[in-house]
């Protein structure tokens, strides 16, 4: 074991080390996949509404329609869109039942595969025990058919253990970091989608007022 590296402590212990390098790509990909779909939602969706309420509150729905059409690559652009074009000779109570079913339906797909960093946060860490574990195991057997003691036996092999364990730290902080990131942003962009819903319907209600249909 002298002169073994970190590489080759890596290489004898694949059958865990091999697992968590591939589980460490598939949580750097969905962080910046999701990094890059969740961008800017939080002002997107205060502006989109607000270049909607002007128009509504006037009673031009036609506008208003046009504008979220044109914004409907965005979730908030999606939701308004069919809300609008479903207002006439609806409810307000109605259509607060379409924006609140829109918005469930965004902020789920907008969750994507973040609760892979949730099972990956939580296993991790456990795999690379399950690592250490068999090979400290495996150290003391080897001791013993060699039939020597002393630490010196099996330093080389308990080393080789513990990096599996500090790869599942290292893979298992990083996912549960990025978990609860996530879910931070996505409250925050569903608390922007509330408001921003609470604002198109009143902008509805009053554009009805408007041309007395309120």
Partial sequence: MEGLSVLD???QGWYITYPLIVMSMV???IIFERI???RGLIAGTLQTAGGLVGQ???????????????NQKKPAGRIFRDVISQ??????????EVIEDRRFEEI???KGSIWVL????VSAPFIG???TVIGIIKSFTSMAVEGSGGFAVVAGGISEALIATALGLAVGIIAVIFYNYFHTKLERIEAAMTISSDRVLEAVRLGRKAHGNG
Avoid: H, N, P, R
């Fill in 129 to 131: 025990l399950l690592g």
């Fill in 36 to 38: 890059f779909a969740l």
């Fill in 87 to 96: 207002q006439e000779g609806e409810s307000l109570e109605y259509l607060s």
């Fill in 27 to 29: 949580v750097i990909t």
């Fill in 9 to 11: 402590m890596i290489q």
């Fill in 108 to 110: 789920e797909a907008l």
């Fill in 56 to 70: 509504l509150q006037k009673g031009d729905f036609q506008a208003a329609l046009a504008s979220a059409e044109k």
């Fill in 118 to 121: 949730g099972t990956v946060g």
